[in-house]
């Protein structure tokens, strides 16, 4: 029996033929007894092997044939061991989420050990566990996408906007008037809160625990000088007012009296008092007659109260005319006719002017409109003839001439009153010289007391300085016809 062990790992035990039913098992040999396999055996009569009894369902006596064992895990020392071939479920290699790599690792540790073989008639251990599915990447992305759509609480939402400075005005304000109505009214914060925001915050500060360590490290770190400033401005609280209230209103105090106001109670009065914050808020307790001495007059009632008509009605006009001052409106008349006097001047010098802007600019209008009989046109500027009769020379404050020849250049050879242009009845047009220097007319000069006739493109030339004389045939050819129907007549 023990040669035939040895030889192999499998037998065929042979059971006595009996009317009762047996139980049978198969011993399974293996090299390393603490590997993770199952041994199972079954002890006959034999003491020598510790066996361990299966029961099976009932069953006729038969003959028990031998089984294949399930495939052992190789000795480290045998020189057949074949490493078993790791390979990856993912057909792309990605970056992994944090659960993912948490459950991979579970996954990886449940794949080093071999599954448990079922045994004959019974079902699988309760110690194996379903294989966890894998976290899909869409489900990770809902995940996160839920979480961000989630609703700060508004003491956290606010957070930003609450300063250390504003956290430590509301306390120290609460703390002296308990009400956060008043807080809300007097106290200036670096941004307008509103009466909710403030009772949140307040709250928040209470009853969170994770706001409340925030808000006290950073009020901490605030400056002594910004923390000083911000408590110097505390509200006032109504044992303070009622101390300041009795120094009355009659009174003339200085800061040395509320000094010794606030010697004598210290423990009523913020830390961060001074006599002359003190005095200032008396003064304006005063200005508004909050002090308790203090009366404001009730308004008045009845008939008697005034309102704007009857105030209007009662004002003078009359009265509220300022006298006349006769030597003040004879000055003023007086500048009066002097600006006319000058504005009428320029207007009487804005044709020669226009001259000169229009050669200056180089748009010159037309030679002739429906007034001008003729043009005497030079080098830089045009005379328009719109009278029978003209003269020409040298303009002076004292002498006042149609056509002022300096316009053109220098006159300083020319007269004050060199010569006179007329238009005859028969549409002809004579110049007379009436200078000393002589008028030349198309090269022909003419002298002190002459005449000559002026005909359409004559040349007129007086000391160097040359013009030509162009004559509007259409308005001359109407005056000869006028001319000629008063002569038939």
Known sequence: MADEMSGSPALKIETPKSSHPITTATTVSTNKPNSGTVLQTMAGSSASHKTSKVPTPLAPPIRSTPTRPPPSRPSAGSSQSVTPRRSSSRSIKRKKFDDEVVESSLIKSNRGRLPVPPVEGQGQPDTQQPEKKKPSSKSSSSSAKRAKKQKLPPAIKDLGRWKPQDDLALISAVQQTTDLKCVHIGVKFSCRFTLNEIEERWYALLYDPAISKIAQQAMKNLHPDVKQSILSKALF?????????????????????????????????????SAKSIFSHWLLMKQYHLLPDQSVQPMPRGDHVLNFSDTEEMIDDNQLQDPKDEILEHELAIADRRQK??????????????????????????????????????????????????????????????????????AWKISRRQGVIKLRNNGDFFIANEGKRPIHIDGKPVTKGEKAKLNNNSVVEITGLRFIFLINQDLINVVRTEAAKIGVQ
């Open 237 to 273: 609280s109504k044992e303070e007012e009622t101390l300041i209230g009795s120094v009355t209103s009659t009174c003339q105090p200085n800061q040395e009296t509320f000094q010794e106001l606030l010697n004598k109670h210290p423990m009523i009065f913020h830390p961060c008092r």
């Open 341 to 410: 006097r000058e504005i009428r001047h320029l207007e009487n010098e804005i044709p020669k002017w226009q001259v000169l802007v229009d050669s200056v600019t180089g748009i010159s209008p037309p030679d002739f409109d429906n007034q001008t009989l003729a043009v005497l046109r030079g080098r830089l500027v045009r005379y328009l003839m719109r009278s029978r009769e003209i003269t020409l020379g040298r303009a002076t404050k004292d002498n006042n001439i149609d056509v002022d020849l300096s316009l053109e250049g220098p």
